[in-house]
């Protein structure tokens, strides 16, 4: 299938590393243009920080004259209990330093790009706002009181820019990732991954590939009419849950 992405000048997010990278490599494989911002690599952008942000845009801007795509990919996780309470007394809680931190990069960063991205687009005659989502902002996971909120914060940016934005010819969908095998995961014990693969009705985690896949395909003229979807991509899982 011609996913009709060649030349399209495409924004990623967090693309340094798994499912970013993926990603990244994947619109590559398909002639886009393809710029990452991640606060590691040559082309450093801090996602969190509004002037870098803009100054990145407009940068975008005068080397190809306009922004097609734009892949809201970054994120980070600083998981803890909201309070742990053991023999009759709190052991620990989630700080604020890690909600914050949460936050700033998942939700407020999002917020950022695409609030500097949209403007372009509209002078362009449309685009596409592609948000990364998660199951657990569907569902809520134990231990990620704010990985979960920001999740779920994502999915209401979704629905609210495509009531906003379709009337631009921008269409705005989210990706809801299960358990994926990037390279973060695969350091985790091997119990634990094992544990993941047998709560995926498919019985494995998915690859990075898997996602960039998706994301592609919404990118794309086949998903023309798809706006203001959150299209889970997770073996099942939520199903399984």
């Not at 009759?88 to 950022?112: C, E, H, K, P, Y």
């Not at 269409?171 to 350091?187: E, H, L």
Request: charge should be neutral; glycine fraction near 10%; include cysteine.
């Amino acid at each position: 299938m011609d996913l009709n992405l060649k030349d399209k000048v495409v924004i990623v997010t967090g693309g340094a590393a798994g499912i970013g990278r993926a990603t990244a490599e994947r619109f590559e494989s398909e002639g886009a243009r393809v710029v990452v911002w991640d606060v590691t690599g040559d082309n450093r952008v801090d996602v969190t920080n509004r002037e870098a942000v803009e100054a990145a845009t407009n940068d975008v801007i005068a080397k190809y004259g306009r922004v097609d795509v734009l892949v809201n990919n970054a994120g980070i996780t600083r998981d803890a209990q909201l309070v742990k309470y053991k023999d009759g007394q709190v052991v620990s809680t989630m700080d604020d330093a890690a909600f914050d931190a949460v936050i700033n990069v998942n939700l407020r960063a999002v917020f950022l790009c695409t609030r500097a991205v949209v403007p372009h687009m509209i002078k362009n005659g449309g685009g596409v706002i592609l948000n990364a989502s998660s199951i657990v902002g569907l569902y809520g996971n134990f231990g990620q009181t704010n990985y979960a909120a920001t999740k779920a914060g994502v999915i209401s940016f979704t629905q609210t820019w495509a009531r906003e934005l379709g009337k631009y010819n921008i269409r705005v969908n989210a990706v809801a990732p299960g358990f994926i095998a990037t390279d973060m995961s695969k350091a985790m014990p091997a119990k634990v991954l094992e544990t993941m693969a047998q709560h995926t009705p498919l019985g494995r985690m998915g690859d990075p590939i898997d996602i960039a896949n998706a994301y592609a395909w919404l990118a794309s003229d086949a998903a023309k009419f798809v706006h203001g979807a959150v299209l889970s991509v997770d073996g099942g899982l939520v199903m399984g849950t």
